[in-house]
């Protein structure tokens, strides 16, 4: 079955660098992934998502690399804040079934 | 962009007892809605799939006569834990989705058995 993993538990970093989470996913139909972001005693806040038939999405601060050849998407956060300090998980499945959580990365801003 | 409640956004419950929790989409008809679970420090796990109208088709593990599920309207699923016990305190999040691909969370629900 679908298998969507991190590879890294923490991340911490300073305030204004870039991100970097990276997730791994272990089944090829896969065709929509999507990061999302979530705080101590909440729900999971949407992020971005990409389809299959991209490598590559934009949003503001955030960008989504898919690398289907190793079956492995990246989430880059630009000029990391204090505010984005959060787990980060990816998720990911195929048409239209239920969607399927990596283990999540921790990331930790500091100022 | 669509909203998706729950109620209540925190329980606690003695153990035995029943809980159900309701899940919304607030602005949009959901075809399909999911249960998760997740425990402290964990990722979310998928529990059921339903659609409105029909049986819930649970994963494996989850016990179908302890997590009742009803997905009775476009805008409503519930999901009630049966004789609660201790383990089965965790977060428990909702998603629904219309015709397209994204889900909509919830914000989730905490249940807590004493």
């Known amino acids: 079955g679908e298998s969507v993993g991190l590879h890294l538990p923490t991340l911490s970093v300073q305030e204004g660098d870039n991100s970097i989470i990276n997730c791994a996913y272990s089944?090829?139909?896969?065709?929509?992934f999507i990061w999302y972001k979530q705080e101590s005693g909440k729900g999971p806040q949407f992020i971005i998502d990409i389809r299959s038939n991209m490598d590559k999405r934009q949003g503001q601060r955030v960008t989504v690399l898919l690398n289907k050849t190793v079956k492995h998407l990246s989430l880059q956060i630009a000029a990391t804040q204090p505010g984005d300090s959060a787990v980060y998980f990816c998720?990911?499945?195929?048409?239209?079934?239920?969607?399927?959580f990596g283990k999540g990365t921790t990331l930790s801003v500091s100022s | 962009g669509a909203v998706v409640s729950q109620h209540p956004s925190w329980v606690i419950c003695k153990s035995g007892t029943s809980v159900k929790i309701e899940c919304r989409s607030l602005?949009?008809?959901?075809?399909?809605m999911f249960w998760y679970r997740q425990f402290p420090k964990q990722s979310l796990m998928l529990m059921a799939t339903?659609?409105?109208?029909?049986?819930?088709?649970?994963e494996q593990g989850v016990e179908k006569d302890k997590f009742l599920i009803n997905h009775a309207s476009l805008t409503l699923s519930t999901l009630t834990v049966t004789s609660a016990h201790p383990e089965d305190s965790s977060f428990y999040i909702c998603s629904a989705r219309d015709i397209g691909y994204e889900q909509y969370f919830g914000p989730g629900t905490r249940l807590t058995v004493t």
């Open positions: 089944n090829s139909a896969s065709d929509y």
């Open positions: 339903s659609n409105e109208g029909s049986k819930a088709t649970y």
């Open positions: 998720a990911g499945n195929q048409a239209g079934t239920a969607l399927i």
């Open positions: 602005d949009f008809q959901a075809t399909t």
